[in-house]
């Protein structure tokens, strides 16, 4: 997975858009953040529709895809 982020004033990265395989999808609203013990996680939607939570481990610098879910 390949996450491209905007890095904003306080350095925090936000993930702008990823990409999945082939697929791109770009995102269209950050719904939510929080901070885990270890990790970063953003609840996005993409321009597909669909609902992702994303992790961001700071320390390695990997992203990781953890739940998917598409609107019906």
Known sequence: MRVECYSGYRG?????????????????????????PDYRYFKVRGD????????HDHESQRWELIVFTRQA
């Open 12 to 36: 925090e990265e936000t993930p702008r858009r990823f990409t999945l395989g082939d697929r791109r999808v770009e995102v269209a609203e950050v719904i939510d953040r929080w901070l885990g």
């Open 48 to 55: 597909d529709g669909a609902q992702y939570i994303l992790r």
